[in-house]
């Protein structure tokens, strides 16, 4: 079995917790990845905490990888021009190999001009000046992460894992990354994007959770819900529901339902052999159509496409 070589960059300023994020969720694939971290220079590095780190590779590695992850660095670091160590570090990169950036490593690619006319994130809280300094830049904020292969981008912090789960399923299929994520003890999904994680307006002291709503609807997905439907199981009036839970989720009522709908679609995809038109019934979309139309907004493939990668990896 061929081991997927990935290549983490770690930059002066580098966020310690992010940067360990690739080893520690690929190494648990049975073995299917080796995780190197390298340097621009091979020495090491100073973190934006109260420690450095040595790294046991050169930029060199990175010419070997099929797989590099740029880790983020601090905000007070990011500007719209590549150093010229970083440039050459990233020149050696063979064409066509994948590129990951977790959090404010996306800065990095986007200012070497990788992302020019791609769809990208970033985390939420410098999204504007991202936008600011690449207008080129599709930058969608609300997402934990973008596939626009061979470029993924990710959010903050956590959506390292994500995108790390992500790259474990799309590999070698959900069963594995199901797996990984167990041994990890993090979700194999998280719901919703990183809307919920913007400063909201704190719910008023004693105020019902929507959370018991939202787990009756996930065992209904299958039915034609509204917004009545879950209010009225909240015991709340609609209006009153669909603040609070916006509140805490982030989303309208009627986008996480979609969203659940979809990730729901997606699992059935990577491991059924259901029609398009049956998973659409059973997941609570009126046609394959509309599955097709929100799979595709989604994460922009349609449904057989996505399959057939599952299938692959699978």
């Known amino acids: 079995m061929r081991r997927e070589r ?6 002066d300023g580098v966020y310690p917790f992010e940067l360990g994020i690739p080893s520690r969720i690929l190494s648990a694939a049975d ?27 050169g930029p060199e590695a990175l010419a070997t990888a099929d797989t ?24 050696l990169i063979r064409p066509g190999t994948r590129i990951v950036s977790i959090c404010t490593g996306a800065f990095v690619l986007a200012a070497a001009g990788l992302l020019d006319g791609r769809r990208a994130t970033t985390h939420w809280q410098v ?34 894992v994500d995108i790390c789960l992500h790259l474990v399923r799309k590999d070698h299929g959900s ?6 994520a167990r041994r990890c003890v993090v979700p194999p999904f998280r719901d919703g994007g990183q809307a919920q994680y913007i400063e909201q307006p704190v719910p008023e002291q004693g105020a019902a959770s929507t959370a018991a709503t939202r787990a009756w609807a996930l065992e ?22 669909a603040r609070r839970f916006h509140d805490e989720v982030g989303l309208s009522p009627g986008r996480w339902l979609i969203q659940q709908r979809v990730v729901r679609a997606r699992h059935l995809l990577e491991s059924s052999d259901l029609t398009v038109d049956q998973i659409a019934g059973r997941v609570g979309f009126a046609t394959g159509a509309s599955l097709r139309q929100h799979l ?5 493939v349609s449904p057989q496409a996505y399959r057939r990668t599952f299938q692959t990896a699978r």
């Open 127 to 160: 999204a504007d000046r991202f936008r600011h300094m690449f207008p080129r830049v599709d930058l969608d904020p609300d997402v934990l992460f973008v596939d626009d292969h061979p470029f993924l981008t990710s959010a903050g912090a956590a959506s390292g």
């Open 6 to 11: 990935v290549v983490v960059l770690a930059l």
């Open 31 to 57: 073995g299917r990845y080796e995780v190197l971290t390298c340097s621009v220079d091979g020495r090491p590095v100073r973190t934006n905490a109260d420690f450095g780190v040595t790294v046991e590779h």
């Open 68 to 91: 590099v992850v740029i880790a983020p660095v601090a905000p007070d670091r990011l500007t719209d021009e590549v150093p010229g160590d970083v440039l050459a570090a990233l020149a």
């Open 220 to 241: 209904r997905l299958g039915e034609p819900l509204t917004l009545a439907d879950l209010s009225g199981h909240a015991r709340m009036s609609q209006r009153t529901f």
């Open 296 to 300: 595709n907004a989604a994460i922009g």
């Open 175 to 180: 069963r594995l990354a199901n797996s990984v």
